[in-house]
């Protein structure tokens, strides 16, 4: 049985920033609104468009349609949103429009989509560079203050994305899956089959990527051990980098929970990292520029 004490790897550096512990008291979440891109690709937009562009968060966990409607996995979302961010959310793998008829739906169809040689995660990321390549051009989204944000299969797909494109400044995830053999949906798949797909194989693209995640000690359905150990690769691929560089943080927190459940507060952790990231991200670049 896995049982870890609460840990951090890497460091944060925190700059004057906005503060989530003064957050106005709840109002109503923002209502989804259900958009396309000039190619169709269908989204989910939660907010108005702003007088200008904003920071946006890309939130992941289940289908469009069922983020409307389950308002704890974009919990981050609504926290950023009071502070003038945008959040969106798009299909994963297998889930609302993504979703194949006469396939397995969900996990399952993750683990029969890679046992049919295709590449799961490509065809997500480019739905979503061109969802954000939407928001950008339309006036919605600045594109020097984006970040990512998922729970359990969604800190998956926020990786990926976070990998695969430049402008994610900093990813949270919260009790990732980060290696897809260690899900039961995966009984039978090799790890050959898996692995360019899992976590570890992105860990160099993420380099200049700010990184946090949590997990539960005891967490069987993805598994406490591989989340530690891919906090720690994420963490090596930093090592390698000249002295004196700006070096993107990896944060990782352990706390007990009652199996894979978000740890306490995870939310709003990772609502802090993320401004705290995306704010010092914007900074550094704009001393760079002078």
């Known amino acids: 049985m896995e049982r870890y004490a609460y840990v951090v790897i890497g460091w944060l550096?925190?700059?004057?920033?906005?503060?989530?512990a003064e957050t106005p008291p709840a109002n109503s979440p923002p209502v989804m609104r259900v958009m396309q891109t000039s190619e169709n690709t269908r989204f989910g937009l939660f907010g108005e468009k702003p007088d200008a562009p904003r920071p946006t968060l890309f939130v992941f966990a289940t289908s469009v349609d069922d983020m409307g409607k389950l308002h704890v996995y974009s919990e981050a979302?609504?926290?950023?949103?009071?502070?003038?961010?945008?959040y969106v959310t798009v299909d994963p793998p297998c889930h609302g429009h993504d979703h194949r008829e006469g396939e397995p739906a969900h996990l399952a169809g993750w683990a029969h989509r890679i046992k049919s040689g295709e590449n799961l995660t490509?065809?997500?990321?480019?739905?979503?560079?061109?969802v954000l390549d939407y928001l950008v051009e339309q006036g919605y989204t600045d594109p020097k203050q984006v970040a990512a944000c998922g729970t359990s299969r969604g800190g998956f797909c926020a990786l990926h994305f976070a990998a695969n494109?430049?402008?994610?400044?900093?990813?949270?995830?919260?009790?990732p899956v980060t290696?897809?053999?260690?899900?039961?949906?995966f009984n039978g798949v090799t790890a050959e089959q898996v692995r360019s797909q899992n976590v570890f194989a992105i860990a160099e693209k993420l380099r200049k990527t700010s990184v946090w995640l949590s997990i539960g000690n005891d967490d069987q359905r993805v598994g406490t051990h591989h989340c530690v150990k891919a906090a720690d690769r994420f963490q090596a691929t930093r090592s390698q980098q000249r002295p004196g560089s700006t070096v993107a943080p990896v944060e990782l927190v352990i706390k007990p929970t009652n199996g894979h459940q978000p740890v306490k507060d995870a939310y709003r952790l990772a609502a802090q990292f993320l401004v705290d990231r995306v704010n010092s991200g914007a900074q550094i670049r704009q001393r760079s520029k002078k």
Do not use: Q, T
């Not at 494109?165 to 009790?175: L, P, Q, T, Y």
């Not at 290696?179 to 949906?185: D, K, Q, T």
């Open 13 to 20: 550096s925190f700059l004057p920033s906005l503060s989530l």
């Open 77 to 86: 979302g609504r926290l950023l949103a009071k502070h003038g961010w945008l």
């Open 122 to 130: 490509k065809p997500f990321v480019g739905r979503c560079v061109e």
């Open 165 to 175: 494109d430049s402008r994610i400044g900093a990813v949270a995830c919260v009790s």
């Open 179 to 185: 290696n897809l053999l260690a899900l039961r949906e």
